[in-house]
């Protein structure tokens, strides 16, 4: 060291040899001093979404979703969402919509699909629960009314027995005698139907046999939508599929034949859809889902009220109960609702200037489906939306209508046909801007497992919850999510040293032999602002 730092007269010539006879220095992969580069991108799991704007709805239904956000402490997306599909539920075929002026060939339904994004324990169930209390008592009225509709068919029942047996021996002493027979008693009174809107749990022949009872439609809840979509997957019961597809659209009849419970016919198949899942659920669904197959079909475009948004991570405890006003207001805007006839749905179609917006919206929506710069599921995806937007414009408007009544209504379009104002468009195109940024979000899951796996060890990286340095194993067995196994672990620590996250280390064997091991060291640039 002292030949190093001396003056070039006082270094020693063997040292003055062995400085000339040296090659330039070579950094190499190993050295834990070299300049790290800076680190790569390699997406983030999850893109940003917009945030929820209460201004997107009217005043009950953002009192409602107000109420419930900040009584359970959840972000405004997860009961915005709840609340539009609660009422997509309750209108079903009670109102269409038709969006182009003549064009009468196309009319929309009120039903909707959606789904609420989150991980267990972020109080999905509670918020659906919480929403659609109102629907909750109205088909508890329902079923008190088919009760009392079931003991009076039954004492029907009793009648038509006692008379038709009282007709047999008047007949018979009448054939007896030459006389004319007596007229017959009326037939059997027809049995009574239960009135439904909310379905939790049903084959496909038990909810045909409902919608044909209830052509208005019906809401199917499903506390956890991946229990719904295996189901639609298991052997024999393909059918299913194709039959919820008929109903997404709402205005298509279906029929099944079956020996035994003979023919069924629904004019109308309607039903909307709402229920929870969880991140990682939804992204292996959706691996599978997209890919040319089967289950490529379009059922997972049609979630189109789907909404995944960032969790917040400040907390306050809130104890205080529901505020009765909002429950009231919100159950008698659901009355009014469910109480429209849906054998003469009520019309809509778009004023003057919400037409005007309608054509500008949708050339834009067309233009960007048809650019050829989108994953061709997001493609599909929002080429849906074309009946989205005006569907909620015209939910919109009856939720704007539904506290004072239908008698409101001003400004008809034409005879019998009611007006979407340019509020309530505006509205629509606001929510379906929002929904897209989700829907971007869910397709950002379509990535190879071995991506996602990068992606989680990244964000653990960040998190700093393997400190400075590593082993493979180190990873493994923590068990988390795509690194659970030390083929995983490896493939993801691979990806990650190739866009410059991590850096490999190769120790020396040990005393007793053996191969050498690896560690890797964390580039320290991670931490950093930019990233």
């Known amino acids: ?55 997107m709805l009217p005043g009950w239904l953002r009192g409602l979703v107000d109420d419930t956000a900040e009584r359970m402490q959840v972000p405004l997306d997860l009961p915005a969402a709840a609340a539009v599909v609660a009422m997509a539920g309750a209108v079903g075929r009670r109102a269409v919509v038709q969006p182009k002026r003549a064009d009468s060939s196309w009319t929309i339904p009120g039903n909707l699909w959606g789904a609420i994004v989150a991980p267990p324990g972020y109080l999905k169930s509670p918020v659906l629960e919480s929403i659609l209390k109102p629907l909750l008592r109205i088909e508890r009225d329902y079923w008190s009314e088919f009760e009392d509709a079931k003991r009076a068919h039954e004492l029907a029942i009793e009648e038509r027995d006692l008379r038709l047996a009282a007709w047999k021996d008047t007949f018979r002493r009448a054939l007896r005698k030459g006389e004319a027979p007596p007229p017959r008693p009326d037939e059997q009174p027809a049995e009574p139907a239960p009135r439904r809107l909310l379905v939790n749990d049903a084959t ?39 039959f ?43 691996e599978e889902a997209v890919r040319d197959g089967p289950g490529n079909d379009g059922l997972v475009q049609r979630l189109q009220v789907l909404v995944w948004p960032d969790l917040p991570r400040d907390w ?28 003469e749905p009520v019309l809509f179609q778009f004023d003057h200037d919400a037409q005007e917006l309608f054509v500008a919206w949708l050339g834009e929506l067309e233009s960007k489906i048809r650019g050829g710069d989108l994953h061709p599921a997001l493609a599909s995806h929002l080429a849906k939306y074309r009946r989205l937007m005006p569907a909620l414009a015209m939910l919109l408007e009856l939720a704007e209508a539904a506290p004072g009544g239908f008698d409101g209504f001003v400004g008809f379009v034409g005879k019998g046909v009611l007006p979407i104002k340019l509020e309530q468009a505006r509205r629509a195109a606001a929510l379906c801007a929002y929904l897209e940024s989700h829907a971007r979000r869910m397709y950002s899951c379509i990535v190879s497992p071995q991506v996602v796996a990068a992606q989680e060890l990244a964000r653990r990286l960040k998190e700093r919850r393997l400190g400075d340095s590593f082993s ?54 991670i931490w950093s602002d930019k990233q």
């Open 316 to 343: 306050r405890y809130i104890d205080r109960p529901p505020r009765a006003d909002l429950q009231a207001q919100a159950e008698a805007a659901m009355r009014r609702l469910v109480n429209l006839d849906p054998e």
């Open 472 to 525: 493979i194993r180190d990873i493994y067995v923590k068990g988390w999510n795509g690194l659970d196994s030390p083929e995983r672990a490896r493939i993801a620590v691979e990806i990650l040293e190739e866009m410059g996250w991590v850096r490999r280390v190769v120790s020396e064997s040990g005393p007793q032999g053996g191969r050498p091991s690896s560690r890797f060291i964390v580039n320290p640039r």
């Open 204 to 242: 496909t022949e038990a909810l045909h046999s409902v919608l044909a009872a209830n052509p208005a439609g019906v809401l199917v809840v499903r506390d956890e939508l991946t229990g719904w979509l295996a189901s639609l997957d298991r052997q024999g019961r393909e059918g299913e599929r194709a």
């Open 1 to 55: 060291m002292s030949d190093w730092i001396a003056p070039a007269e006082e270094q020693s010539a063997e040292f003055r040899r062995w400085l000339s006879a040296a090659g330039p220095a070579q950094r190499t992969r190993t050295s834990t001093g070299d300049v790290w580069p800076e680190p790569e991108s390699i997406g983030g799991s999850t893109p940003s979404v917009l945030p929820f704007n209460e201004a």
């Open 244 to 286: 919820y597809l008929e109903c997404w659209n709402g205005s298509n009849s279906f029929t099944i034949d079956r020996i035994g419970r003979g023919c069924i016919r629904v004019e109308h198949a309607c039903v909307s859809l709402l229920g929870g899942i969880q991140p990682s659920r939804l992204r292996s669904y959706l």
